[in-house]
């Protein structure tokens, strides 16, 4: 792939997720949705329709078989990325896997080994990884805006109610790996520091799925990290980095909008916006297509050690928890 080619994307799956790839996608210029794959071909050119896609097919294996297809994007949920993402690998498809990447570490080892063994670009769609407030807050933190940074507190809830891929194990429910995943990530992002202790609790949906649970992380260069998520409230979803001269509020850890910087006691400095967005989800593609032009094989966003690492993170938690999942 070279630099003035179109990435031609194929989307696995029809759900809200879909939805939002291929509004994305649409407004893109270097990217298309090109494809849309469902299990039955009704739904797929229903989707098709909606969304002004060329391509309806009726199952993934066609939607993969497609020479035109040059990225398959899955958005299925997390409990069915591995086989769907296996059969293309396989098919020498490079890949964006939507978060939580599988269903736990094992199924992410066999998939990333597949991947290098194909040497075939694989990448997790963990949108927030992208977008650039990763580097805006990254230079507020090293130009010492903030003195040295000593705690970070993050919040992601929302009310779910009984959602099927809540409360199914099936599914891989519970908050977790549909919701605390950000907040694993946003203290990932900033402060990749071995982790040398975690302690954590969880509250328990009827069916054995976490649905509240909170975490905290101490690393090795002393920062604390209190970190909850929920699939049964409404959070507050904001992140705050606090330092020795200041903090940082993010104002939504699933996708920041703006950054205020307080100085000591509190006292408002300024608030940073984000640039202007199709969805935030633009900058998982553009980074796709970007390392596929330059012929890498994960992108530099999101390393694959890095999937790996928060998938283990929470297999560990799970354990802890006692939320198991047929695949485990």
Known sequence: MNNEHIMRVGIIGTGWIAEKAAITLNGLKECSCYAVGSRTKEKAETFAKQWNIPKAYGSYSE???????????????????????????????????????????????????????????????????YQPVVGIVRNLIDSGRIGIPQL??????????????????????????????????????????DIVSIDSQCVKSKTGMDLTNAMTLVLADGMLCNLQSSAACVGDNIGVIAGTDGNLIIDNINNPQRITVNTHDREFVEDILVPKQITGYEYQFIACRKALVEGLLEPREMPHEETLFIMRLMDDLRLKWGVRYPYD
Request: charged letters at 20%.
């Open 152 to 193: 970070v507190t993050a919040t992601l809830g929302y009310s779910m109610g009984e959602k099927p891929r809540i409360m199914r194990p099936d599914l891989c429910g519970g908050a977790l790996l549909d919701l605390g995943v950000y907040a694993l990530n946003f203290v990932r992002m900033f402060f990749p520091a």
């Open 63 to 129: 939607l993969i078989a497609d020479p035109d297809v040059y990225l398959v994007y899955i958005g299925t949920p997390h409990s069915h990325h591995f086989d769907v993402t296996k059969e293309a690998l396989l098919a020498g498809k490079p890949c964006l896997v939507e978060k939580a990447f599988m269903a736990n570490a094992r199924q992410t080892e066999e998939i990333l080994r597949i991947a290098k063994e194909q040497q075939v670009f694989l990448a997790e769609a963990i949108w927030t990884r």
